[in-house]
């Protein structure tokens, strides 16, 4: 801790610029969840005669206090009233408190009022990732799921731990929502950033849903020389986070055009850039790949659903026949209407 305190006040000239320094080394501290280290960085704080970094000390103290169970929501609430940087974060907490009390609407008014005063990217996104937790809470997964897929194009400009901890509520989300193949892409990028290694809820979201996987591939079929073996998950055997996040992307959005530009901002990367690694790692370009995941979902609804070929069109982003049944027949040999048909003649025979 010396050390520390010997960097902080190496050129200092005036308390603004130690608070500013300060603050920096807490932010870092708090997301790595140092807490003994943002409790003495916060007491430094707390010390300065500048009101506004005093009220940034009370949030990461109160922050300290939490991870004892100890919940000081007053604090939150005159922070939240006082601050000109951290209304929105001290708002943001203090939802979380009722939501951990199971007071979820009381939790839903302070995420919506935290967006409302939001000052940046960031906060704004974890004040609309608290939204959709307590409906998630509330068993609304359908609405908090969309809720979070709202989200995905922003994350670009979120900062880092932001990012992950949304990848990873929506992995949950998926998950709850039996999307279980994007569950796990998902969530394989939380677990493979820096962050992971103190954040155990991600790799305990990773654990349920690689066992729920598990599970659903075990299944009873009868012997029957019309049963088709199922093809291997088209993201299986990918290893960069970037395109596992660009296929889950694009995976949520099947129902609309993808442009390689969307795709690319969630991989963080340039187009270029990314159309390379994506064909590096796929075999495939990334047209390609929506296509073939496009057709791998209109088969599995004609497979197992009552809808019309002109429902499963749009569900897979088609707004005309002719390129739909195009695409389906250079993937599976066959017209979409004549592939219903076999299905529906084989299990008639079974």
């Not at 708090?30 to 009101?51: D, G, K, Y």
């Not at 008014?109 to 608290?130: M, W």
């Not at 922003?154 to 949304?166: I, M, R, S």
């Not at 901002?265 to 690694?277: K, T």
Request: proline content about 5%; some cysteine.
């Amino acid at each position: 801790m010396p050390l520390l305190y010997q960097h902080l006040l190496t050129g200092v000239v005036s308390y603004e610029r130690l608070g500013s320094r300060v603050l920096r080394q807490i932010k870092s501290t708090h997301a790595f969840r140092q807490v003994s280290v943002v409790r003495e960085l916060a007491s430094i704080l707390l010390n300065l005669p500048l009101r506004e970094y005093r009220l940034i000390g009370q949030y990461y103290l109160v922050w300290c206090k939490c991870r004892d169970l100890q919940l000081h929501a007053g604090i939150l609430e005159s922070i939240a009233e006082q601050s000109a940087t951290y209304t929105a974060k001290a708002l943001i907490s203090r939802g979380s408190f009722d939501a951990y009390e199971s007071k979820f609407e009381s939790a839903l008014h302070f995420y919506a009022e935290a967006r409302k005063a939001s000052d940046s990217i960031s906060d704004y996104i974890a004040a609309s990732r608290g939204i959709a937790l307590a409906k998630s809470s509330e068993g609304f997964h359908p609405s908090a799921l969309k809720e979070l897929e709202q989200l995905i194009p922003l994350l670009k400009y979120a900062e880092p731990l932001t990012y992950f901890d949304v990848i990873n509520s929506y992995a949950v989300e998926l998950n709850a929502n039996n999307r279980v193949s994007e569950a796990r892409t998902a969530s394989i990028v939380a677990v493979s950033s820096p962050f992971s290694p103190f954040y155990p809820e991600w790799q305990e979201t990773f654990s349920e849903v690689d066992s729920k996987r598990k599970r659903s591939s075990i299944v009873t079929v009868p012997l029957s020389q019309e049963y088709e073996a199922p093809e291997p998950e088209p993201n299986a055997l990918l290893c960069d986070p970037r395109v596992q996040v660009a296929i889950d992307f694009m995976n949520g959005n099947l129902q609309r055009k993808v442009t390689l530009s969307e795709s690319a901002r969630v991989a963080y990367l340039s187009p270029s850039r990314f159309s390379h690694l994506f064909k590096t790692q796929t075999g495939l370009s990334p047209g390609e790949y929506l296509i073939r995941l496009r057709m791998e979902k209109a088969r599995h609804l004609l497979t197992t659903s009552l809808l019309s070929i002109k429902e499963v069109m749009a569900l897979v982003g088609y707004g005309t026949r002719s390129n739909f049944v195009l695409h389906f027949k250079r993937f599976f040999d066959c017209a979409p209407s004549e592939y219903k048909k076999r299905r529906l003649e084989r299990r008639r025979q079974w």
